[in-house]
């Protein structure tokens, strides 16, 4: 069974403060993904990366920033949290190639005020 | 500028019922379509998917139905049970030799009373 670990589960940030969501897979797939879910807005792509060391910009990533330092890990960074930011944030892994399964962590619910 | 439509937004039926979701894409590139189930507190799941060479893609009770000339698809639900009760996300790819970049609809939040 795939297996995504997602920490924490819930946080809340002050404005301007800096935020850090961490994302473990033992799947050993090499593409994993940073993705945020806001009514009417589904899952929006904010960073992902193709294996260690590597980081792209996803459809939003303003505001954000990835490290992707092991296969097994990719942090979500938001150097200066906004409110807008209020979100809730999956990490998602996959294998090589297209087509291919996506395994959804449970999720980090961020509100910040 | 929303690439995947699903609709409706919410959807309730009766148990036993047929539920039917709808799905439509812009991006004629897009070859591959999963479906993916949430459940609230859960991440999605995969449920089902179908790729553009086929019209049809049945799993017990969930059936996509594939329009590639309207750039349309559907997800059926036979029978629907109270444990069907979750968001539904219907999901586009664009074709990648090393990476699945999937794009998202808004979902559709199905409710089945029983």
């Known amino acids: 069974e795939a297996a995504v670990t997602q920490s924490p589960r819930n946080k809340v940030a002050v404005t301007g403060g800096k935020v850090t969501l961490s994302c473990n897979q033992t799947n050993n797939h090499n593409n994993m993904y940073w993705y945020r879910q806001d009514t009417g807005h589904g899952l929006r792509l904010i960073h992902y990366?193709?294996?260690?060391?590597?980081?792209e910009k996803g459809d939003i990533p303003d505001g954000y920033k990835a490290s992707r330092p092991s296969q097994e890990n990719f942090s979500l960074i938001l150097e200066l949290a906004t409110p807008s930011q209020t979100s809730v944030y999956f990490c998602a892994s996959g294998a090589r190639g297209s087509g291919n399964t996506l395994y959804f962590g449970e999720g980090s619910r961020l509100i910040v005020v | 500028q929303q690439q995947v439509r699903q609709s409706p937004q919410s959807l309730t039926v009766w148990e036993g019922e047929t539920a039917i979701l709808n799905c439509s894409y812009e991006?004629?590139?897009?070859?591959?379509f999963p479906w993916y189930q949430q459940f609230p507190g859960e991440g999605p799941a995969l449920l089902i998917s179908i790729r553009s060479v086929s019209d049809k893609k049945e799993d017990g009770r969930f059936t996509i139905f594939f329009n590639k000339r309207e750039k349309k698809l559907s997800l059926h639900i036979t029978d629907s049970q109270p444990g069907d009760s979750a968001t539904y996300f219907c999901a586009a790819s664009i074709a990648s030799s090393s990476f699945s970049k999937l794009v998202f609809g808004q979902g559709t939040s199905l409710s089945v009373v029983p």
């Open positions: 990366s193709y294996g260690a060391g590597s980081t």
């Open positions: 991006d004629s590139t897009f070859n591959y």
